[in-house]
């Protein structure tokens, strides 16, 4: 399979917004995504709130990789990797991991010292796929978050 992992640029936003979509439903959320492209858009370009790398083929993007900095006060500076998705059928074709490298990569051209992110318990296949390549996959913190919009 022929891919090429690159930055994300305003074209990709489009593509971008349909992945989000397909991991939620994937993830049985598919209602929790309120974000749009416009939105999406304003929060990459204007506020760099965020960036992204794309797998693209032939086909168009198959593949995303949604990072942003985050600090840990015992490590220091930190990237974030909030989403990385493939699309189903082009699984285990090693463009997950081509993404999760090149993020990385991105990470370190920042000063990162670390890669996080988070896996749900019962994506099993994601979990080895993360404990293959030699991630400590924590199971002792709870997440936590609160809604700020009041709803």
């Given at each position: 399979m022929d891919y090429t992992i690159r930055k994300g640029e305003a074209r990709d936003i489009s593509?971008?917004?349909?992945?989000?979509?397909?991991?939620?439903?994937?993830?049985k959320m598919p209602e929790q995504v309120?974000?749009?492209?416009?939105?999406?858009l304003e929060d990459w370009q204007v506020h760099k709130a965020f960036d992204f790398l794309v797998a693209d083929t032939a086909n168009g993007v198959v593949g995303i990789s949604l990072y942003y900095p985050r600090y840990?006060?015992?490590n220091g500076?930190?990237?974030y990797l909030e989403d990385?998705?493939?699309?189903?059928?082009?699984?285990?074709n090693g463009i997950g991991l081509a993404l999760?490298?090149?993020?990385?990569e991105?990470?370190?051209k920042t000063g990162a010292?670390?890669?996080?992110?988070?896996?749900?318990d019962w994506n099993s296949d994601a979990v080895r796929f993360y404990e293959r390549i030699g991630a400590h996959i924590e199971r002792e913190w709870w997440n936590c978050k609160w809604d700020l919009r009041g709803e």
């Open positions: 593509s971008l917004m349909a992945l989000i979509k397909e991991l939620a439903k994937f993830e309120r974000t749009n492209e416009a939105q999406l840990s006060t015992w500076r930190c990237m990385l998705y493939v699309k189903a059928e082009l699984r285990g999760l490298n090149a993020t990385a991105e990470a370190k010292l670390r890669l996080d992110w988070q896996v749900l």
